[in-house]
């Protein structure tokens, strides 16, 4: 088989994210979340709970994208709010901004009166880091999307959660933020973002250039593993065999 690449790392960091979660519904929002999710259902997590995302649980797993063969629940977009309220949920969202107090934002861009940009608005991402377990993947690490501060806080991190008192801060649970150059999260000094590994060929000097805040490293800082030959055969030859997960990650 062939070199591992890049996007097949962080397909596998993604399912390590989930790899511990027990029987929950997995929310994974982008492309490489849905690899990574449905590539630990397949191996570590066969319990994780996985829809179509659009209104179907199902019970196989199929390529990205592909049509479900098999289908075992109905989940509309009203019944999703029950999820997330209920708790018995880890999403994984993307972030155009995150910041090194783990708050994160998909609003806007520039000052919240006169932003230079408008983007998503902030959706589900309140609700979500309130309620549910939280993660982020980041396709393209750079001073751009890892801020010291955010523009404006859409998806809430620790320290802002307890701020805002006990009904905000019980769930929130920012589990991991994976990027094309690492994984983190954020049980730094202060809860504040901690490089975890880096992925193989990074190291950590490019990980903190490419960043636009300050980040925890400890001392011995490990190599985000490699999937294994079985992972390796599940990502290419039957979730992404059309490889549309190089979109994201090109190497």
């Not at 397909?11 to 390590?16: E, Q, S, Y």
């Not at 994780?48 to 199929?62: C, K, M, T, Y």
Request: proline content about 7%.
């Amino acid at each position: 088989m062939s070199e591992c690449t890049r996007a097949d790392v962080c397909a596998a960091a993604i399912a390590d994210a989930f790899a511990d979660d027990g029987e929950i519904f997995a929310s994974p929002m982008g492309l490489l979340p849905m690899l990574g999710v449905r590539l630990a259902k397949l191996t570590a997590n066969p319990d994780l709970v996985i829809s179509d995302g659009e209104s179907l649980f199902l019970a196989g797993v199929p390529p990205l994208f592909a049509k479900a063969d098999v289908v075992e629940g109905w989940i509309p977009f009203r019944r999703v709010f029950d999820v997330v309220a209920n708790g018995p949920r880890h999403v994984m969202m993307g972030a155009t901004q995150v910041d090194r107090h783990g708050n994160q934002n998909i609003s806007a861009i520039g000052d919240f009166a006169k932003p230079t940009r408008q983007l998503l608005g902030s959706r589900g991402a309140p609700g979500n880091t309130v309620n549910n377990r939280t993660s982020y993947w980041v396709p393209r690490h750079s001073p751009r999307v890892f801020v010291e501060r955010v523009d404006v806080v859409s998806g809430v991190g620790p320290a802002r959660a307890r701020e805002a008192g006990p009904a905000a801060a019980r769930f929130n649970d920012i589990h991991r933020i994976v990027s094309n150059l690492g994984v983190f999260d954020v049980r730094g000094p202060d809860d504040t973002l901690r490089l975890l590994s880096v992925h193989p060929g990074v190291t950590v000097d490019e990980v903190l250039e490419a960043s636009g805040c300050a980040i925890h490293v400890d001392a011995d800082t490990a190599t985000t593993r490699e999937p294994t030959l079985e992972e390796l055969v599940l990502i290419r030859e039957v979730l992404d065999p059309k490889g549309l997960r190089f979109k994201e990650v090109p190497q």
